[in-house]
């Protein structure tokens, strides 16, 4: 059986604000678990040379905790996720 997924280029970056994934859970999403920062950039090349650019764009709140995400992939941005803190 082929491979369902292949990627021969993978580059992740980040900023250097709080992550409220950090550990918490989500193991799948590597990207998130694992910094203690958020990720900015995902730059993939697949297998088959095609390029996926997907860019996270943050709003913070005075604390400097992300309050909204958004994604920019295909030249599409949209809201992604909204966090409330207690």
Not at 52 to 59: K, L, S, V, W
Request: proline share 2%.
């Amino acid at each position: 059986m082929g491979n369902i997924f292949a990627i021969s280029t993978l580059k992740v970056s980040y900023d250097d604000k709080f992550n409220p994934h950090f550990k918490l859970g989500g193991f799948w999403d590597i990207f998130r678990y694992f910094s203690k920062n958020n990720f900015t950039e995902l730059y993939r090349v697949q297998a088959d040379g095609s390029i996926n650019i997907t860019n996270n764009h943050y709003e913070f709140d005075t604390d400097g905790r992300p309050i909204k995400v958004f994604k920019t992939s295909d030249n599409k941005t949209q809201l992604f996720r909204e966090y409330t803190y207690y």
